[in-house]
């Protein structure tokens, strides 16, 4: 069995999922939203990247998140979770608050967990528990990043961040070799790359 200690290679590789875990899940494509909530995200996006007015931006991302609520989205959808790391994302990088960024981000995998711990065990649930899985994983290395900037330097939870997320990843790779890949758990995070990142 190979050792859940995480290494330096991994960390490097971990790191650069994270960040794809920003520009894969941007907002692009608005057929996936109702019209109510898609009309928000626009105004959002538009008082985040063209004409910078943070009060309307934050605004419209909340609406627009209840919205979705109210009309019955699930909340850890891939559509809905990309809202949510827009908005940590325009923290983080249009208005510089990565305390901000990090309580979001925090909530998430928050509720990612609760979500894999309730019904990851369920066999109908194996493609979400390894999509959500994978998100957690993403978000704890983007977590320890955000903690170690020096904005924020807190070191203890960076590192306990980072752990996390190499042990929970190598975890999960030495069950689906112990077990073997179930119907529903193909898609796994960076696939052949962070496979041969952790040999």
């Known amino acids: 069995m190979r050792s859940c200690r995480p290494d330096g290679r991994t960390f ?4 650069f999922y994270a960040n794809h875990v920003y520009r894969s899940y941007i907002i692009g494509e608005f057929a996936a939203y ?19 007015q943070p009060e309307n931006a934050i605004k419209y991302y ?8 109210e009309m019955g989205m699930d909340p850890l959808s891939d559509e809905i979770l ?7 994302s325009f923290f983080e990088k249009q ?15 928050q509720h990612c967990q609760a979500w894999v711990e309730e019904y990851g065990g369920l066999e109908r649930q194996r ?8 998100q957690m ?25 980072l752990v996390w997320a190499v042990t929970t990843l190598l975890k999960e790779q030495e069950r689906r070799e112990r077990e073997g890949v179930k119907e529903g758990e193909e898609k796994w995070i960076g696939g052949e790359e962070i496979g041969g990142a952790l040999e």
């Open 82 to 88: 990309g809202v949510k790391f827009q908005l940590a």
């Open 95 to 109: 208005i510089h608050h990565p305390q901000l960024a990090i309580q979001v981000l925090e909530r998430v995998k």
């Open 34 to 52: 109702p019209e109510p909530v898609a009309r928000h995200l626009r105004r959002a996006l538009f008082y985040s990247n063209h004409d910078l």
């Open 12 to 15: 490097a590789v971990l790191r």
């Open 62 to 69: 909340t609406r627009a998140l209840d919205l979705a609520t």
């Open 127 to 134: 493609e979400n528990r390894t999509r959500l899985l994978g």
């Open 137 to 161: 994983v993403r978000l704890g290395v983007k977590l320890g990043d955000l903690y170690a900037r020096e904005d924020v330097m807190e070191t203890e939870h960076a590192e306990e961040s």
